[in-house]
């Protein structure tokens, strides 16, 4: 009910504001900074900008998503909901109409697909982004929304007043403050604000993953070829297995128009104890004998890294504090393939509770914790509550992705090969094969852990 | 391309000279740390050590990507990591 409440209502703006006499020396207040121009920030500055509220957008980079990295492929319909037909405004790489797991072992795959031209139709499923086009669409929307965009502003603090925020502070070389009724802290996965503030304790080694990607550059002829799609049309592959050298993590693969995004990797506690980082995943990822094929003959074109919170629903921090919240990566709104749609509905709900508060001139956290109510009655909150155990199973059994792999290879390569023996007695040769790797017991045990954590 | 020098040399970087974003506060920690996961984890391989004993763990923070794992990945908490200063730093161009 209350997820619709908002739409119902009718519009309804702030008058404009009287400017007051400027004093030279006083900071310059704002209704709301938001603190990261990422697609959380960006869109809960848009949405309150539209609202009528005085809007400041800081982001340190010298444009939106020079900062973080990844390829990414946007769920369309979700963003769609906030910004409709956005993929004709925004530049999008390729229409993503193949969505593939791959189970690696050390030189075979079992693979599961799927593939359909109904994906290729408009609301589409799900559009590959380069995020410096993405995030400064993003950006742009808010500026003309008519929020103030900052860029190369670096926040290294947030100011409180008797335990209420009351503005940031930016370093050097700006070395300035602003105010505001609300901050909206959207800095990220490694949100040292928040961290630094005690506001968050969820950082950790274990909850959040290292990545790093390369970019290879081929022509878009090849990547349709090699990948099997009509000209435009994208793949988005995630990769189980050998490429974390038998931890639990993932690689995946997004295809731009013309270069091919690959990338691997686990929890950070993970790299620290198998004592080597995410570019020897990926290098080792690269010469599987499967992948390795599919990127001959491309030109690295950039490598990088970057961290994605994979705590789940238990690692969300409280987002709610009098005068701030948080979204985004921030808030550890991250479910599995899930993560630039869900920071953008998150800044949305912020940017609702933030017009509800300004509208009240009440900015407790009492009134702010509308945010919440919003978020644990949408798809967001929901999804990542259904997913709640799937963090701590990955955790409790570690060698869940490369032990499941490896036994689907081992029974596919049995089951291909063709023996000089009787049908019965094959299919006990590729059993004993096959619980030889895990005994039975401890697969029906694995089996009812998965069951409980997909049952919820 | 293999070698992580020569991945990282592709990235764009806008070097702050004048300040240091990830400093070790205390070297002795270091010295003491039997892990230096610093050393591995960074994917960019901003951390480097000469396997001397008593040497110092160098911080070549103009080739660092901002990912942040350094701190969490220390044992000893010695890493500080803060952001460049704005408009320094990394910049990314291809998603």
Known sequence: MLNEWFKTKKPHKLPPRTQAASTAAAPRKYDAIVVGAGPSGA???CFMARDGLDVLLLERGPFPGAKTCGGAAVIAEQIHELFPNFWEECRYERIVT???????????AVTAGFTSGRLAAAPYNRLSVKRKNFYSWLAAKAVSAGATLLLGHTVDDVLLDHGRTVGVHVSPPQNTTFL?????????????????????SSVTAKNLSLYAKETIALPPETIEERFNLPPGQGAAIGLIGYPTAGFNGTGSIHLFRDGVNINAGMSVSDFAAGGFGPGDLLERIKKHPRIQP???GGVTAEYGAAMIPEGGYHAIPPLVHPGLLIAGDAASLVNGTQGINLAMWSGFYAAKAAFEAKKSRDFSARKLSLYRTLLDESFILQNMRANAKA?????DRPYLFDLYSRMANEAAYQMAR?????????RKFIWHKVTSLQPVGKIAADLWQVLKVVKG | MTSTAAKVSL????????????????????????DKNCLRVCPAGVFAWDNHPGHPVLVRYKQCVECGACRLACPQGAIEFSYPRGGYGVVFHQG
């Open chain 1, 43 to 45: 869109s809960a500055a």
């Open chain 1, 98 to 108: 193949r969505l593939d797991y791959w189970w690696l072992n050390d030189d075979s």
């Open chain 1, 180 to 200: 505001a009724d609300i901050v909206i802290l959207a800095d990220g996965a490694n949100s040292l604000l928040a961290e630094r503030a005690g506001l968050n």
């Open chain 1, 294 to 296: 599919l990127l001959a």
């Open chain 1, 391 to 395: 963090a701590a199973l990955q955790r």
């Open chain 1, 418 to 426: 063709a023996y000089p023996m009787p049908m019965n007695a094959k």
């Open chain 2, 11 to 34: 990235i764009e970087f806008r070097p702050d000279d004048d300040w240091q974003h990830i400093v070790i506060a205390d070297q002795e920690e270091c010295r003491r740390c039997p």
